[in-house]
């Protein structure tokens, strides 16, 4: 059974398709790249899976199940920018909220999640700045800490939303270490992802979109010259390698 | 020092201050969340969209109970909200203009039913026009005890449902995909503000409640950068605002409440943004001149 199970999936905006008659497996403990050109609906594949935008058509399936019956297997790191940092908190606050989940509705997070928390912030190498103000947190620092919060779900399946987005060169070794980590513990891993140069470094697949799925399968198989060439219409130059 | 004595003992004074105190600690929580989650005009919409519900409550039952009264401002305020947030999630009208639209249609339908009330002849009309600009010292004991019970009902949610809030004032998203209904859980926060204002109108009329919202939590967003306490600092700033505003109010006779208030709350305000010790900016001046007196030093 794989983590994520898709079938003739279609999403229009306003009658405009976003991601159309879209097949698409993702087998389980695999580090997977969705690439695509801006508006390709890369994005709005994550959250159509996640039930935050809703589907004009198709079937989609969490480990063989709808995604509401299945919440507590999913990790979620949104983009960066979808939120205001100048809310008024720190960096711990935001780990913890990975927990409310969990802890369901009213109850207040206590001790044990708060030590939860911490181990997560510790794991993406910022437990010195769990009581700093999230507004004073740089660009990668502040995706570490989104990381955190999802590593908070402890879920068995990830998504995220171009957590290479705007982080330094340190960061982004350590999110890559993040993510093999996790799938060499058996999670599943889907990533938004824009460097094309560096999928095959970091994924073992790939998923090519572009409204359609072009193609899917291992980085050898799939992400071919020509397979780029079709999603990116022969806009891609540093394909000679 | 007997402006202390009559607040305890002075019949008049005490429902002033316990009012707008009251007011102040339930608009000041609820204006945190408006003020994060970029709602702050909603409450300016929503009170003005309150007139026509009170007059037509009036209209209809031909009572001037508070409860009356409170229900047809509630009704009405729950309405103009309801419609802010379908046009807001169904048509492409930005939200700004939704609020325009239905702060302005409302609120002129109120001010024709007002109208259409101070023609008839009727004698038991008089005073629903203080609903404009709030009139603190015509507070009786029944309002401020109503005003009370409804406010801790909803001090009581926020209390309960606080972590939910939270999440949905920072990340809706996220709480989306953790099962959260943030469309139900943003309606509710919003109706809740509606009681904000329904608690208001008495004290700060339709016109000004806004400011009830939006400057307590602005000004106490520049003392902390946790969001529990400042709400708490916004509670107090709201309830110390509204009581030494609505007492100046009283005490200097014949000066509408609201905008007396107001005034205070600008104060609050003003003093924050300079003096705040998380965002003020008095303290990025200090900081520049230190800065530049010891490039000096070190130059020379």
């Not at chain 1, 594949?45 to 299945?70: D, H, S």
């Not at chain 1, 908190?89 to 780990?95: E, G, R, S, Y």
């Not at chain 1, 060499?184 to 970091?202: F, Q, S």
């Not at chain 2, 309606?187 to 208001?200: E, P, R």
Request: hydrophobic share 50%.
């Amino acid at each position: 059974m794989p983590a994520v199970y898709v079938r003739d999936l279609t999403v229009a905006y306003e009658e405009k398709p976003v991601l159309w008659d879209l097949d698409l497996d993702i087998p389980t403990a695999s580090l997977t790249a969705i690439v695509g050109p801006n508006g390709a609906g890369k994005s709005t594949l994550i959250k159509t899976i996640l039930g935050l935008v809703p589907a004009a058509a198709g079937t989609i399936r969490i480990f063989g199940e709808p995604y509401g019956r299945n919440r507590k297997a999913v990790g979620y790191v949104p983009q960066r920018g979808s939120v205001d940092w100048d809310f008024p908190t720190d960096a711990l606050d935001v780990v913890m909220m990975g927990l409310y989940g969990k802890l369901g509705w009213i109850r207040r997070p206590s001790r044990r999640e708060r030590d939860v928390a911490l181990n997560c912030l510790e794991q993406v190498g910022m437990s010195d700045f769990a009581k700093r103000q999230i507004s004073q947190l740089s660009g990668g620092q502040q995706q570490r800490v989104f990381l955190a919060r999802a590593l908070a779900q402890d879920a068995r399946l990830y998504f995220m939303d171009e957590p290479f987005a705007g982080v330094d060169a340190t960061t982004e070794i350590a999110i890559v270490g993040i993510l093999k980590t996790l799938r060499d513990a058996g999670k599943t891993v889907v990533v938004v992802h824009h460097d094309l140069e560096t999928v095959p470094d970091y994924f073992d697949r790939v998923a090519l979109l572009n409204v359609k799925l072009i193609a899917t399968g291992p980085i050898a198989e799939a992400f071919s010259r020509d397979n780029l060439q079709k999603t990116y219409g022969g806009k891609v130059a540093f394909l000679d390698r | 020092m007997s402006i202390f004595h009559d607040l305890i003992y002075d019949y008049t004074l005490r429902n002033v201050a316990l009012g707008s105190a009251v007011l102040g600690i339930v608009s000041g929580v609820l204006g945190c969340f408006a003020v994060l989650r970029r709602q702050g005009l909603m409450g300016d919409a929503l009170s003005h969209a309150a007139l026509p519900g009170v007059c037509l409550a009036y209209m209809l039952t031909g009572s001037k109970t508070p409860v009356t009264l409170m229900l047809g401002a509630a009704a009405a305020g729950w309405i103009g909200m309801l419609i802010i947030l379908q046009i807001t999630r169904r048509t492409r009208i930005d939200p700004g203009s939704a609020l325009g639209i239905i702060l302005t249609v409302f609120f002129g339908l109120g001010v024709v039913l007002l109208t259409v009330i101070q023609k008839g002849n009727d004698a038991n009309q008089a005073g629903l026009d203080k609903f404009l600009f709030g009139q603190a010292a015509a507070l009786v004991e029944s309002q401020v005890v109503t005003m009370a019970v409804i406010g801790g009902i909803a001090l009581l949610i926020v209390t309960a449902l606080y972590k939910e809030f939270k999440l949905l004032a920072f990340d809706a998203e996220f709480a989306g995909t953790l099962g959260l209904r943030t469309h139900a859980l943003g309606t509710l926060l919003t109706g809740l503000l509606v009681v904000a204002i329904v608690i208001g109108l008495n004290t700060v009329g339709v016109i000004l409640m806004s400011a009830m919202l939006v400057a307590p939590a602005s000004a106490a967003r520049q003392w902390t950068n946790s969001l529990s306490h400042m709400i708490l600092y916004s509670a107090l700033i709201g309830a110390l605002s509204g009581l030494v505003g609505a007492v100046l109010s009283v005490v200097e006779t014949g000066v509408p409440t609201g905008p007396v208030i107001v005034l205070c709350l600008a104060a609050a305000v003003i003093f924050s943004l300079l003096f705040g010790s998380a965002q003020g900016i008095a303290w990025d001046w200090v900081r520049r001149l230190k800065r530049r007196n010891g490039m000096k030093e070190t130059t020379t």
